[in-house]
């Protein structure tokens, strides 16, 4: 049984504010194992980037503080690691590529020395060496060319290769673990496929891990081995990919689900989860889905009580007073080996 | 909430008085938009951006036509022509049996009322110095519908009608969330009880739980007030469901018009079939077939010759290996080489009737 590559416990973060302080991050329990996919899923403000910033430290301090918790990555804490040792770790063994390659890249440096810059930096060479492998980086990711497109600047180039060239920079050391905020949300579907197969293909050959941050539940079936679902701040329910598509729990979860158009449903009126994601600076009491919640009408438990992250089936955690079944409450951060063996390769040749 | 459905719409009964009832509300003929591109000391005219290139189509009363395509395709450029937002390069816009872009002054204005848009971002589409009652009821003052109290009043059913507390009216945008403002800019689109919408990715900028309740507003308010819209959109998922028909738009064309359930069930442009497997399905195990795509959308400045889409089109491939080599021709794209159908290369394919469902139109030489 291999140890987690990443195990997050019980992570708080709060950003001390004007108004007092919000908690963008409450209770988060997260492992990640090598070669693994691990999708957190929610809408805006949940706390997704939040958790993933917090793990490279990426947080400016204050506002933001970490309450309590430990993120343990390959024998030290995230937490407490001296700066220079984080930076060491950041770009090299945790890789983060962001949701804007417009904002990402810097406009007055070229590809070629943007991608020089790390490799030179962790892995200690000269800079000819360094170019080098940016080129073949670039060559790795697809792109053509690979040579003259060192030498071109970020306006150059389309969204697609931007966010290619990102992913070529966040891959050139060879990262154990590569953190994707919404990779694909401002590119065109065809590009997402593109970019989720590259994804795919990478972590095929070196065996990195992934967390992959995002709201398209689409994205998720096909990528992720296992999914954390985040509302509020906390993550409500976590399974595998499979358990949770066929069994979720949580009403969150389960209205997510009904409300997305999929093809070939005739029906023209869609489900809808009623309400609006609460505002971080005055969550409700009790459970922080229950102003929206169809489950149980005014059961006081509810609006009083916060649930808290239960085993409702083996390996398959949510936090809903109302879960089929009780169990006690947690006693174990939720771990989830799962990798998904039966991989059905998407991209086949064009039949005739 | 009757308020809003039995406003004044006197412009509207006297032209349909004029118009046969038959025809369709609007009718889109040969649009062409094209953007100059300017160069060197006395800017110069060197080339056009072809953003719309010759987009033809129907739009009955209170039924929903979906615009779908990749960024640059030119689906926005289409909707704000037809509004005269953009000036058309050339082609006609039929309302209600007239020719819209022959309209000029006093008359325009009383035209326009008919027609609205729904924009994509709710942030920068209201103005955040206007209170959300001055919003909504400028329109309504304007077209001297009402004033005063009157106004109020409608302003108060408006946001009613689209699900928002009538007191918000005293309110700046900025106390609201992405999917309130969309139901205030919705609340706008619809003060003048258009006949036709312009909507623009509505939903694109909001969040899962929010893009369903906003489509069930606008799919409400089609059934109550018997609006067309022109539906715009990169969702192809969330296309198909909220149309009755489909244009598939490349590089400013439409490639393909069926049906909602025709298209997602039989596509025959081997884009639309590629577009539609490149969206990811909320389902874990996964059996469709996907077809990744080369290299990306060419430039409207200069696009390929032919068919537009044959430097990325795994039909004009497969088909060139089953045909004779005087009829294939070898290109280099996206640093491959590869032989496709000659007659791509060269001739642009009509957007003409295929097998299948009547009325199923694709611009393609290779299916039938």
Not at chain 1, 125 to 139: D, H, K, M, P, T
Not at chain 1, 302 to 320: F, K, M, Y
Not at chain 2, 97 to 118: A, C, N, T, V
Request: glycine fraction near 6%; aromatic fraction near 6%; charged fraction near 20%.
């Amino acid at each position: 049984m291999p140890d987690p590559l990443l195990q997050i416990s019980d992570l708080n973060v709060a950003f001390e504010t004007a108004r007092g302080l919000i908690r963008p991050v409450r209770d988060v329990s997260l492992s990640i194992y090598p070669g693994q996919t691990v999708a957190v899923v929610g809408e805006s403000g949940c706390g997704k980037s939040v958790t993933a910033m917090s793990i490279l430290r990426l947080l400016p301090s204050p506002p933001s503080k970490v309450l309590s918790g430990s993120i343990m990555f390959a024998g030290r804490d995230l937490v407490t690691v001296p700066e220079n040792q984080m930076q060491k770790i950041r770009g090299k063994e945790i890789a983060m590529i962001f949701q804007e390659p417009m904002t990402s890249l810097n406009p007055v440096y070229s590809i070629g020395d943007q991608i020089a810059e790390a490799v030179v930096l962790h892995q200690h060479v000269g800079s000819r060496e360094g170019l080098r492998i940016a080129e073949q980086s670039l060559r790795d990711v697809g792109i053509a060319d690979a040579h003259r497109r060192l030498r071109e600047y970020p306006h150059e180039m389309s969204g697609g290769m931007r966010q290619r060239i990102m992913i070529a920079m966040a891959l050139s050391c060879k990262p154990k673990l590569l953190i994707a905020d919404e990779p694909t949300t401002a590119l065109d579907v065809t590009i997402q496929a593109q970019i989720l197969e590259l994804l795919r293909k990478v972590q095929q050959q070196t065996g990195m891990s992934i967390m992959l941050i995002t709201h398209d539940l689409g994205v998720v079936a096909e990528n992720a081995d296992v999914v954390a679902v985040m509302y509020a701040s906390r993550i409500v329910e976590t399974a595998t990919v499979e358990e949770l598509f066929d069994r979720p729990q949580h009403p969150y979860t389960q209205g997510l689900f009904r409300s997305i158009p999929k093809f070939g449903v005739t029906s023209k009126r869609l489900e809808t989860i009623p309400g609006t994601v609460p505002n971080p600076t005055k969550f409700p009491p009790g459970c922080k889905f229950h102003t929206r919640c169809d489950r149980l009408n005014g059961d006081p438990l509810c609006s009083t009580v916060e649930p808290l992250l239960r085993e409702v089936s083996p390996g398959h955690w949510a936090s809903c007073h109302h879960a089929e079944h009780f169990a006690e409450s947690p006693v174990t951060v939720p771990q989830l080996q799962h990798k998904r063996e039966d991989y059905i390769p998407l991209a086949t040749e064009v039949q005739a | 909430m009757s308020d809003v459905a039995n406003m004044p719409s006197t412009t509207a009964s006297s032209t349909a008085a004029t118009h046969n009832a038959d025809s369709p509300l609007l009718q889109v003929r040969d649009l062409k938009t094209y953007f100059p591109i300017r160069r060197g000391l006395l800017s110069r005219t060197v080339a056009h951006v072809k953003a719309v290139d010759g987009v033809s189509f129907d739009l009955s009363a209170s039924k929903t036509l979906g615009l779908v395509g990749e960024s640059g395709c030119g689906k926005t450029t289409v909707g704000r022509t037809i509004l005269r937002l953009i000036p058309a390069t050339s082609g006609e816009v039929i309302y209600r049996g007239k020719d819209f872009f022959s309209y000029r002054g006093e008359g325009l204005r009383k035209l326009r009322r008919h027609m609205q848009i729904i924009f994509q971002d709710p942030v920068s589409s209201l103005n955040p110095r206007m209170t959300i009652g001055n919003i909504i009821g400028e329109p309504i003052e304007v077209h001297g519908i009402a004033t005063g109290s009157e106004k109020n009043d409608r302003v108060a059913s408006l946001l009613q009608r689209v699900g928002l507390d009538p007191a918000y009216a005293a309110r700046y945008p900025h106390e609201f969330s992405g999917g309130q403002r969309q139901r205030i800019g919705i609340a706008r689109a619809i003060s003048l009880s258009p006949e036709f919408i312009v909507c623009d990715e509505p939903v694109s900028a909001l969040d899962v739980s929010i893009q369903s309740q906003i489509l069930n507003l606008l799919n409400d308010l089609q059934d109550e007030l018997k609006i067309a819209y022109l539906f715009i959109a990169h969702n192809l998922a969330v296309v198909e469901h909220f149309s009755d028909d489909v244009a598939v738009m490349y590089l400013g064309r439409i490639v393909e018009k069926a049906s909602g359930p025709e298209i997602y069930k039989n596509p025959k442009h081997p884009y639309t079939e590629s577009l539609l497997s490149a969206v990811p399905e909320p389902n874990p195990r996964p059996k469709k077939r996907r077809i990744v795509l080369g290299g990306e959308v060419p430039s409207p400045a200069n696009p390929p010759t032919g068919c537009a889409f044959h430097p990325r089109c795994p039909l004009a491939r497969l088909a060139a290996k089953q045909a004779a080599a005087s009829e294939t021709v070898e290109i280099t794209s996206g640093g491959e080489t590869f032989r496709v159908l000659r007659k791509c290369v060269e001739e642009s394919p009509p957007l003409e009737l295929k097998q299948g469902e009547p009325g199923h139109l694709a611009a393609c030489w290779v299916t039938k």
